[in-house]
């Protein structure tokens, strides 16, 4: 079952197992998933399951009970099968986060591109594949080859904000809509429907072991519930409060946005107004503030800035929003400044991508006209980011000449956006 790691996983430790559940046909599965590990040197991702079918339970209480059996399956052997043999019913529900429905994938492809639709479609395609390719079910694959654009769903939201995204997500949508029924019935013979059996009330039982788990019950772990070499962990997820947040700031259409450089951390918050970047700032300077309380001040006390003239402004005033950005939105420009002069421990091409987005956008905010040129594609700095947006780029790190100019580039493009920011606290 070997498998590419790809990024539904990246935040994920290693020798993890993950509980999971899939609507399909109306019906809800609960199973396995052991994202990508490592043995013998060579990588393997699997489900719950044997002879190339996954099993999926009617209930987690029916999970737990097959667990508790001796029968062998795929993840007998993986490093964490002894932690999910003293997992609890509870411990065995799935974070929503990964919870797939299969059957409201056409509702959500038939709907408007935000942060969520997005996020939600690329992850449910996502699983789709990795469940296609531990069962060695090429038709999936051969269907989903042939939807257009399918790709720029792992790129963010972002991409689908312009006339040529909005076209790219119809013909997404409109892929979807003749293929994946066939990728649904190509999938189904590979998933294993197990009967339910009739088990004893354990209601009590399973309040002992709610008591018995002492100061962290698994409601206290923060995020998905994640099974891994004898310790349960938790995956970062917002806290409901960042939710919330998260929710107001996307419904009036401007989101926060956080800026690292070498010199600190700021807030500052962007739209796009007729797929133009626009900053909160003034005369081509972006205001960034030290901290989410210097942010709100300024909002309330009602300072002249470019975003005043939005018609949902005044409700961004009234809100009083924690100004808490999503971590899509959480630009890092020190450390792709480390990355590429050699200090930061690890290459990661797809960082590069992710914070040029912003330094386009800062660019076309601030009339810098030489970061655009920098940026372009034909500048070896613009080559790489187009080959991050377009593939992925590769992982490998590049001959040290190349990261040179890359280098050189880049912290040109640094000093100009530096030279356009207004520090508040």
Known sequence: MASDGRVMDENLPAESIVPIAVVLDERTGYT????????????????????????????????????????????????????????????????????????????????????????????????????????????????????????????????????????????????????????????????????????????????????????????????????????????????????????????????????????????????????????????LTVDVFRSEEGLSSFVEEGEPHDLTALATWGAVVEADADPIPVAEDSYDFAEVTDMLDGTAAHWDIALLGQVAEAALDLAEYCHLERVSDLLAPDTELGTAISDVQDSGGSDERPAESEITVLAEQWNEVVTEITSCLRWRD
């Open 32 to 283: 396995l998933w052991a994202p990508p590990w490592e043995e013998d040197g060579e990588e393997w991702q699997a489900f719950l399951g044997t002879g190339g079918r996954i099993h999926l339970f009617t209930t987690p209480a029916q999970l737990a009970h097959f667990i508790s059996t001796d029968v062998e399956h795929d993840l007998s052997d993986h490093p964490a099968w002894p932690t999910v043999l003293t997992s609890s019913k509870r411990q065995l529900m799935p974070d929503d986060d990964y919870v797939f429905d299969l059957d409201g994938l056409y509702d959500l492809a038939a709907g408007g591109p935000d942060r969520w639709s997005v996020g939600e479609l690329a992850d449910t395609i996502d699983m789709v594949e990795r469940m296609a390719e531990s069962c060695e079910v090429e038709e999936v694959e051969e269907h989903l080859s042939k939807i257009p654009d399918l790709g720029l769903l792992d790129s963010g939201h972002e991409v689908f904000t312009t006339r040529a995204g909005d076209k790219a997500w119809t013909d997404i949508a409109e892929g979807l809509g003749e293929h994946w029924e066939p990728i649904l019935e190509a999938l189904a013979g590979a998933l294993h429907w197990v009967a339910p059996i009739d088990l004893p009330d354990d209601d009590d039982e399973e309040e002992a072991e709610e008591d018995a788990e002492g100061d962290q019950p698994i409601d206290d772990v923060v995020g998905a519930t994640v099974l891994r070499s004898g310790t349960l962990v938790g995956v970062e997820e917002p806290t409901e409060q960042a939710r919330a947040a998260s929710e107001f700031w996307e419904s009036v259409g401007i989101l926060p946005v956080r800026l690292t450089f070498a010199e600190g951390s700021g807030l500052t918050l962007r739209c796009y107004v007729e797929d133009t970047a626009r900053f909160l700032g003034r005369e």
